[in-house]
């Protein structure tokens, strides 16, 4: 039995409740599919999309009176961890049911320590919310005083901080039940960025990014595989260009030249490179893979996805 922690992308998810709803539903088969194989597995996901439009929401509905109040962006992370871990939950709960397995499932509210000086709070990366047009983004940029970059190709998003997740406050509850073999939601959003010092932990505006913390569950867990699923089927260079390779395998020092030469988006491939190749060089025998949910079965059997290896 091999343990697995898996970061799901956004594209498991969906952009509405209703659609995500729905999503989940393949979403938890796929899971499943691993369960039933013997896996342990652990789950990490993202919220850059809910995260975005709860605090954009919340900003609204503020800015219109009536008494709403203001919500800051930790309790907007919050908010994401519970819907997002509630339906992930509950699909993966009717799909073991279905398939008459006896496996507990549960989602975990995890916070997550960054560094208050982290360089990240002076230069925001992560893309959250919606996309919009450039018109659009030029608007909310003026009007709300928010940074908007382009998306890989998708539009225009808003981008907020990123630190780097140093420790998961809920590891000891989460080891605990590792060992129950129970499928187990946890780092939802890469976590509830707090900062800690004498007097305990406090919440802190920024989104962690999903894989980088879900690499660092995997080191604390000692797991030996790191699945980031996302999007593709697997990683290339040269994206979207005439001489796109896609990549079976890559080597750390591949990785990092790579990384060099500019080949993966910022915001997008980028951070799940630095994942892989932060989790494949810390640990003692760990490996990585970066697929698709489509093809996360066949990608752990070796016929498909891209894996990191030292």
Do not use: W
């Not at 998306?151 to 590792?178: C, N, Q, T, W």
Request: charged share 25%; with cysteine; net charge negative.
């Amino acid at each position: 039995m091999s343990r697995l922690v898996i970061a799901l992308g956004g594209n498991a998810l969906g952009k509405t409740p209703e659609e995500q709803l729905q999503i989940v539903q393949d979403t938890a088969s796929a899971i499943v599919d691993l369960v039933e194989e013997g896996h342990d597995v652990v789950l990490g996901h993202g919220n850059g999309t809910q995260v975005g439009q709860i605090n954009l929401a919340m900003e609204f509905t503020h800015n219109r009176g009536g008494g709403t109040p203001a919500m800051p962006f930790p309790e907007c992370d919050a908010m994401t961890q519970g819907y997002i871990g509630y339906h992930l939950q509950q699909a993966i709960q009717n799909e073991l049911r279905r398939r008459k397995m006896a496996v507990p499932c549960a989602s975990i509210v995890t916070q997550v320590v960054v560094d208050p000086a982290d360089p990240a709070f002076r230069r925001p990366t992560k893309p959250v919310g919606m996309a919009y047009t450039k018109e659009e983004a030029v608007t909310l940029a003026r009007e709300r005083g928010y940074r908007m970059v382009e998306d890989s190709g998708r539009g225009y998003r808003r981008v907020v901080p990123s630190p780097m997740p140093l420790k998961i406050v809920e590891l000891p509850v989460i080891e605990e039940l590792v060992k129950t073999h129970a499928v187990i939601i946890t780092v939802g959003g890469g976590g509830i960025p707090v900062t800690e010092d004498e007097n305990g932990y406090h919440g802190i505006a920024a989104v962690i990014d999903k894989d980088r913390a879900s690499a660092r569950l995997a080191l604390d867990l000692k797991a030996d595989l790191l699945v980031i699923l996302t999007a593709v089927e697997k990683v290339s260079v040269n994206f979207r260009k005439p001489d796109q390779k896609d990549l079976d395998t890559l080597s750390i020092e591949e990785a990092k030249r790579y990384i060099e030469e500019g080949q993966f988006a910022p915001g997008s491939m980028l951070p799940k490179i630095e994942a892989c190749v932060s989790f494949v060089q810390n640990s003692e025998h760990g490996r990585a893979l970066i697929t698709s949910l489509a093809k996360a079965r066949e990608a752990l059997q070796g016929k498909t996805g891209t894996m990191i290896t030292k």
